[in-house]
T-cell receptor, first 113, second 111 residues
Framework: DQQVKQNSPSLSVQEGRISILNCDYT??????FLWYKKYPAEGPTFLIS?????DKNEDGRFTVFLNKSAKHLSLHIVPSQPGDSAVYFC????????????FGGGTRLMVKP | NAGVTQTPKFRILKIGQSMTLQCTQD?????MYWYRQDPGMGLKLIYY???????DKGEVPNGYNVSRSTTEDFPLRLELAAPSQTSVYFC??????????FGPGTRLTVT
């Protein structure tokens, strides 16, 4: 039973346009959400996060939106750049002893020049 | 400041062999984690530790063991390797658990 799902395995966007990556979750106990970016042959790197008490968090070109009633979050990248081409994972956590992360399956973003 | 380092980068094991994947972090993080990533899938938590001497199971712990004798090191032991353990293994560390810093991964093939 996947608690965090990324239903689009891939997304292709033109350079300069907006990229929107989506993530759905089922566990209403999740209280912190994160996005990670992963290049081939490297470990994931933290991109941006949002607490469940907020509905939006912005960091430069990256904005994460959280809709708790729909159990949905999205990552917006504006404007998209070729260097953004990577696999993006959303992750969620319940505040507990280990603050463990549950990851989605990832979305491969390709930004075309 | 090297962050999280993992050795080896690649390894091929025969069925039934054992090995230890090494993980070291120099950020003085209390929390450390081991994940595996199968092709086309997300990361699944194998084991985690919230401090030296404390370890606990994650989602997929069967076939693995860990120890945490120091803050810096969190080795993952595979006993009696099986083809189902063919995967990429990532170690991560964190100050408080949420924002985790990952190592470059170890690609393991069991044949």
């Amino acid at each position: 039973d996947q608690q965090v799902k990324q239903n689009s395995p891939s997304l292709s966007v033109q350079e300069g346009r907006i990229s929107i990556l989506n993530c759905d979750y089922t566990n209403s106990m999740f209280d912190y959400f994160l996005w990670y970016k992963k290049y081939p042959a490297e470990g994931p790197t933290f991109l941006i996060s949002i607490s469940s008490i907020k509905d939006k968090n912005e960091d430069g070109r990256f904005t994460v939106f959280l809709n708790k009633s729909a159990k949905h979050l999205s990552l917006h990248i504006v404007p998209s750049q070729p260097g953004d081409s990577a696999v993006y994972f959303c992750a969620a956590s319940v505040k507990n002893a280990g603050n463990m992360l549950t990851f989605g399956g990832g979305t491969r973003l390709m930004v075309k020049p | 400041n090297a962050g999280v380092t993992q050795t080896p980068k690649f390894r091929i094991l025969k069925i039934g062999q054992s090995m230890t994947l090494q993980c070291t972090q120099d950020m003085n993080h209390n929390y450390m984690y081991w994940y595996r990533q199968d092709p086309g899938m997300g990361l699944k938590l194998i084991y985690y530790s919230v401090g030296a001497g404390i370890t606990d199971k994650g989602e997929v712990p069967n076939g693995y063991n860990v120890s945490r004798s120091t803050t810096e090191d969190f080795p993952l032991r595979l006993e009696l390797a099986a083809p189902s353990q063919t995967s990429v293994y990532f170690c991560a560390s964190s100050l408080q658990g949420y924002e985790q810093y990952f190592g470059p991964g170890t690609r393991l093939t069991v044949t």
